[in-house]
């Protein structure tokens, strides 16, 4: 199965910083299928980003996604108090679809 | 209001059954693959289960193939997970997912459930 391999494991950064989270997968995942979600504590994940650097409906424009091959970004730009939570990639190339163990993005 | 309800979770002894059921509302079900995704309080998702939204393209993780069955009712806006055979490895929060758009089950995730908890334990 595709291992995704998340770093760092948790980002301590202070509101307006911006945040960079990589996902780096274990063999080739097309572009066209890779997504990252976000999750605060006691909700359900929330899709972010899909096809590596697609918002997905009503996520505002300081989410960014990039990336290709194995190597794959989420960039927030400046944080926002609501954006500390725990971010996961996701391949919807390979089958199993696989997730990664995340990063957790606390306020320092 | 565009939803997923899970349902069905509970404690049950190691082999043991339970079947996990999901209706949904506020968008065409009937279009849309399904899935389930677990995680464990504190750890990452999993995914578990997927099935087309005609119900002829199944998946399933290797882990849980031959003790899991996914399903699907379209009339009634369902979903089902029927679990046999449970170990303490499957104690998870399972969530019912909607597939974003295309045809299959394998696509990003673009709603969830709020998750029924199923714990294993004797």
């Known amino acids: 199965e595709t291992v995704l391999t998340q770093s760092p494991g948790t980002l301590s950064l202070s509101p307006g910083e911006r945040a960079t989270l990589s996902c780096r997968a274990s063999?080739?995942?097309?572009?066209?299928?890779l997504a990252w979600y976000q999750q605060r504590p006691g909700q359900a994940p929330r899709l972010l980003i899909y096809a590596s650097s697609t918002r997905a409906t009503g996520i505002p424009d300081r989410f960014g996604g990039s990336g290709s091959g194995t190597d794959f970004t989420l960039t927030i730009s400046r944080l926002e108090p609501e954006d500390f939570a725990v971010y996961y990639c996701h391949q919807y190339h390979n089958s199993p679809m696989t997730f990664g163990l995340g990063t957790k993005v606390e306020i320092k | 209001d565009v939803k997923l309800v899970e349902s069905g979770g509970g404690l049950v002894r190691p082999g043991g059954s339970l079947r996990l059921s999901c209706v949904a509302s506020?968008?065409?079900?009937?279009?849309?693959?399904m899935n389930w995704v677990r995680q464990v309080p504190g750890k990452g998702l999993e995914w578990v289960a997927g099935?087309?939204?005609?119900?002829?393209?199944?998946g399933y993780e290797d882990s849980v193939k031959g003790r899991f069955i996914i399903s699907r009712e379209n009339t009634k806006n369902s979903v089902f997970l029927e679990m046999n055979n449970l170990r303490a490895e499957d104690t998870a929060l399972y969530y019912c997912v909607k597939i974003r758009a295309y045809s299959g089950y394998a696509d990003a995730f673009d709603l969830w459930g709020q998750g029924t908890q199923v714990t294993v334990s004797s």
């Open positions: 099935i087309k939204w005609n119900g002829e393209n199944i």
């Open positions: 506020g968008f065409r079900f009937d279009d849309y693959g």
């Open positions: 063999e080739t995942v097309s572009s066209d299928y």
